[in-house]
């Protein structure tokens, strides 16, 4: 038996012999095999699109089944014929389109019945006791750490929800509890201030732990407006189907977990970091610290937060490629300065990452990073280069894969666009910047005729080799600008479009706005990492012991008066743009890197952007020529858009009983929806809150024509 098992042993290392040999070293073989640089790119955008046509088309699986036997049937056929390496792509790119649209449906298809999608919801309120475990850290309404004061707004006094997910294990009366499978989205909304069960189960919240509660348990509600926020869709996403609500947190009984928890191991030391900002820092900077390293943005003051949304640099505050890169440099040069040997700093590196990454959370944008990073030292460790675009394409495939409904997430579409951009278009537009002076002052001066652009690049950098130590630097200095100014912009080429459609902001002064931010954000990253370091080594997230003058440095504050200046020259409210038009712009930026050496093809992406203008510009080419009058859901109160057959349009009352501001998540919203960019009047009947308390924002973020009221007014 041994011998038969050395035996076998021996064969398979002799096959992957072969096949690294084959792979790495026969190029006429792998040429063949694989016919083009990038062949992960677009396995990746074909899967991408499959999981985007299986979500929003609702292709059944028998016919996803059906086309996917075809094709396979069509590569055969393919084969047997030696057609070129090329045309088999279009097939097997079809199958990694099925593979997407499979993975997705099948994940929603082959639930079990005793799954919360599955659980019958009547038009009655229907209330169940609950078991099962918390699954992610709880969010307190709008601020975390004020969640045991009330806030009064309007005369009345509101305590701050509650919000958590649970992994449901058994539902039923009470006396007879099912088994059950499938997420929850709990609420808890407090009618009055909590008392000592609730104080005591608040501090008991946390992943991993046990909860038994009755609750309202319902389907979540659906889009009621135009344009508005889909909710049941986002949940669903998310693999959340039902939502439940109930007002006392102390009717809830939570116990510890039996063994030890990774969710609450990680939650713990994610604790621990934000407890020592808070012990060392002022309170403003510590909410910035716990944003950037923590990804916990709960305690900002959401006037920074909307001005980094509006100018366009909310991508600071969502943990990302960039702060991932700030860390793993500080570490990098702690490591050398230790002294540890070259593998041992790369092994610790991918440590350091995955360590991080789990703590903060794996959402798209630090995943996306996390692969990226951990691909390349690993590429380092086995003395392979790695290509840029290959990796991101394996990134995106294994996030797929891992969960298909992530296509649909505005950080993973962001996030990869974004890479995408800087990798394609910065060194295009960098080079034009640090070398078309010299090539036109040479072309118009120096009597160089025939050399063209390119040609003069390779001379220049030829000739900087040479060159003596000043000339070198003013090149560096100068380069490290003009990459950072062009990596800026080609991030706003990449991010722009989606940011305008998604949340109907665009700022066309971004990359000036990255060159003024990226500093501060690197010193502030730099600064928390350093302190995160020194509190592990003095200790568990020692005490207080940082001096009084670096606690106030005033990074926060620089912070929100540039983004708050910035903001102020953004453009808010921009129509929403049409799918077709997104995905032609988006279309023709993919093909960039894959048709520049082919002369009829070259101008082929530049058509997909044009064509991508055309559709988006389309509705502005005439205006409406019927009156349409839209009365919008806002609860307890009023808000109607009234538009006539010659463009003007109207809004009658504009206001809510609801706490949360009707303009931001209703009407502007809507008139997004309609591509109402001005107003020429606003109407309010009467002085009663529910009819104007959306006023003040809608003047904000709208230009408005003329506000009317009426004589009760003057009562």
């Not at 009755?214 to 389907?219: D, I, K, L, P, Y």
């Not at 100068?478 to 950072?484: L, N, S, T």
């Not at 002369?599 to 952007?609: C, K």
Request: proline share 6%; hydrophobic share 50%.
């Amino acid at each position: 038996m041994i011998r038969r098992i050395w035996e076998r042993l021996h064969n398979t290392t002799a096959a992957l012999e072969r096949a690294r040999l084959f792979l790495f070293e026969n190029n006429d073989s792998l040429g063949r095999l694989l016919p083009m640089k990038r062949p992960l790119l677009p396995i990746a955008v074909a899967l991408c699109a499959g999981c985007a046509a299986g979500g929003l088309a609702g292709i059944g699986l028998a016919w996803i089944a059906a086309a996917g036997v075809l094709l396979c049937v069509a590569i055969i056929l393919m084969l047997q014929l030696g057609v070129r390496p090329l045309l088999l792509w279009l097939p097997v790119l079809g199958l990694m389109a099925i593979l997407g649209a499979t993975n997705l449906r099948a994940r929603e298809d082959f639930l079990s019945h005793y799954h919360l999608r599955n659980l019958p919801h009547d038009d009655e309120r229907a209330y169940y006791v609950i078991t099962g475990t918390i699954a992610a850290e709880p969010t307190f309404g709008e601020k975390r750490r004020f969640f045991l004061e009330p806030e009064e707004i309007y005369g009345r006094k509101y305590w701050n929800r509650i919000s958590f997910e649970v992994d449901v294990e058994t539902m039923g009366d009470g006396e007879e509890q099912v088994p059950f499978a499938g997420r929850l989205k709990v609420y808890v909304r407090p009618r009055r201030a909590p008392g000592p069960a609730a104080r005591d189960n608040l501090a008991a919240l946390r992943p991993g732990s046990k909860i038994t509660f009755r609750a309202e348990v319902n389907r979540p509600f659906e889009q009621s407006n135009p344009g508005g926020f889909d909710f049941r869709l986002y949940l669903r996403r998310k693999g959340i189907y039902a939502v439940a609500y109930f007002n006392d947190l102390g009717w809830a009984r939570i116990e510890e977990p039996d063994g030890p928890s990774l969710p609450r191991f990680f939650e713990s030391v994610r604790s621990g970091f934000a407890g020592m900002f808070y012990q060392n820092l002022d309170e403003d900077n510590a909410a910035f610290m716990c944003a950037l390293l923590l990804g916990d943005r709960g305690n900002l003051p959401e006037e920074m937060v909307d001005n980094f949304s509006v100018s366009g640099a909310a991508h600071f505050l969502a943990i990302s490629g960039l702060h991932l890169a700030i860390i793993v440099s500080v570490a990098y040069f702690v490591l050398r300065l230790l002294g540890a040997p070259y593998r041992t700093q790369r092994v610790l590196l991918i440590l350091l990452i995955i360590f991080y990454a789990s703590m903060v959370g794996f959402r798209p944008p630090i995943m996306r990073a996390s692969i990226m990073i951990v691909v390349f030292f690993l590429g380092q460790l086995l003395g392979r280069r790695s290509d840029t675009l290959n990796t991101l394409a394996l990134a995106a495939i294994l996030i797929v894969l891992w969960d298909p409904q992530q296509v649909f997430s505005i950080g993973f579409q962001l996030s990869f666009a974004a890479v995408f951009s800087i990798v394609i278009f910065t060194k295009r537009l960098a080079d034009p910047l640090i070398f078309g002076p010299g090539w036109l002052r040479a072309k118009v001066f120096g009597g160089l005729r025939e050399t063209g652009f390119r040609d003069y690049v390779k001379l220049r950098r030829i000739a900087l080799e040479s060159a003596g130590t000043p000339a070198r630097v003013r090149h560096v200095a100068v380069k490290i600008v003009a990459m950072g100014l062009c990596a800026s912009i080609a991030a706003w080429i990449g991010t722009g479009p989606l940011v305008a459609h998604q949340f109907g902001n665009l700022s066309p002064l971004l990359p000036v706005v990255n060159l003024f931010l990226v500093g501060i954000v690197y010193l502030a990253i730099t600064f928390g990492f350093l302190l995160m370091l020194v509190s592990l080594l003095g200790g568990p997230f020692s005490g207080s012991f940082l001096p009084g003058w670096l606690a106030t440095l005033p990074l926060t504050e620089a912070t929100r008066e540039i983004t708050g200046f910035f903001a102020a020259l953004s453009w808010r409210g921009v129509p929403q743009i049409a799918l077709g038009a997104l995905a032609a712009y988006y279309a023709g930026i993919f093909l960039v890197p894959f048709l520049r050496r082919r002369r009829l093809l070259r101008y082929l992406p530049a058509a997909l952007i044009a064509v991508a203008v055309l559709i988006a510009a389309w509705p502005f080419f005439g205006a409406p020529a019927k009156f349409e009058v839209a009365v919008l859901d806002v609860g307890h109160g009023g808000a109607s858009v009234l538009r006539f057959p010659d463009g003007r349009v109207l809004i009658y009352d504009c206001g809510s009983t609801r706490r949360s501001d009707v303009t931001t998540y209703v009407v502007n919203p809507y008139l997004r929806y309609a591509g109402i960019t001005h107003i020429d009047a606003v109407v309010i009947s009467h002085p009663h809150l529910d009819h104007f308390s959306g006023l003040s924002t809608l003047l904000d973020t709208r230009p408005v024509g003329c506000v009317v009221i009426t004589e009760y007014f003057d009562e």
